[in-house]
């Protein structure tokens, strides 16, 4: 089991002076750790979930090159992009630049956007969900073409491009590797099946069954189950003492006994670098074997 580090608040002590300096130690510190990613979401308000839209919120492509300066080791992605915040070229190219920078380090992380109200706000193009999940496969047939280097027009009820140049090309293997989240029965997981090289699942009492949905999916698509990365969300603040490692480490080994190899979230005050230290010294070494 490995763990991914899941930066969604940026209202931090010291405010936007601060944010740089800040943002640098904890990316720094938890590539030293040993985490295996780190993410960001990509929102332009803050989500209810986690505040007001007030708070504080970075544009996510940019904040992953800021990050690729100042880590060497762990993955970079989003959790994840709304496909229709970019056009598929321009993502391609952004995922593309993000892996050369890092030096082989990006993940295109990907979904079917949800946030109206911050697309409406902005005026960014947001269309029903049926048209966004016929968008979401289109930019995921898109992106590959360009990863492999492939420059044939693509003619698609969506989206048609001329030519697929994408110039240089990733350094990733065969291509960095698309992470879907989600979990979506019939429309997210079967976009899995057929395209992903990772799906990220919420870590609640329904990730069993999501799990099987998936593995049919794979049967109907001929996919190899065991062949996609499976990653949850989960809780990873241990406490302002160590309080919570226990039950971080007991969700963790449940997780990891359903098939689950990363475990992905949020530590509350992560610019606190105390906290990392506590999972890089209590967590990592219990869940490690997993």
């Known amino acids: 089991m490995k763990l991914g580090l899941h930066i969604a608040d940026f209202t931090w002590p010291g405010g936007a002076p601060r944010l740089g300096p800040q943002l640098a130690e904890v990316a720094a510190a938890a590539d030293e750790a040993g985490f295996d990613r780190i993410s960001v979401m990509d929102h332009l308000w803050q989500i209810g979930v986690l505040g007001p839209p007030e708070h504080e919120m970075l544009e996510a492509y940019t904040v992953l090159g800021f990050l690729a300066a100042h880590t060497r080791r762990a993955k970079l ?37 949800w946030n109206a109200e ?16 016929e968008r979401l496969e289109e930019t995921l047939q898109i992106c590959l073409r360009m990863f492999r280097g492939e420059e044939e027009a693509y003619e698609g009820r969506h989206y048609r491009l001329g030519r697929l140049l994408n110039s240089p090309q990733p350094l990733s293997r065969p291509h960095p590797p698309i992470l879907i989240g989600g979990g979506g029965e019939k429309k997210t997981l079967r976009l899995v099946a057929r395209y992903a090289d990772a799906c990220n699942l919420f870590a609640g009492p329904e990730i069993e069954r999501k799990l099987e949905v998936l593995r049919q999916h794979c049967e109907t698509e001929g996919r190899d189950y065991d062949d996609i990365e499976k990653t949850a969300l989960v809780q990873l603040d241990p406490g302002e003492k160590g309080e919570k490692v226990d039950e971080i480490i007991a969700t963790l080994t449940h997780l990891a006994g359903l098939g689950v190899t990363v475990g992905h979230g949020m530590v509350a005050g992560v610019q606190d670098l105390g906290k990392i230290e506590t999972l890089r010294t209590q967590v990592m070494p219990a869940v490690e074997a997993l």
């Open 118 to 133: 911050e697309s409406e706000g902005l005026g960014l193009f947001f269309p029903p969900t049926a048209e966004r999940f």
């Open 77 to 113: 992605h989003t959790l994840v992009t709304g496909v229709t915040y970019r056009d598929p070229g321009l993502l391609a190219k952004a995922v593309t630049t993000l892996d050369v920078l890092s030096g082989g380090r990006a993940m295109l992380g990907i979904g079917a956007a």
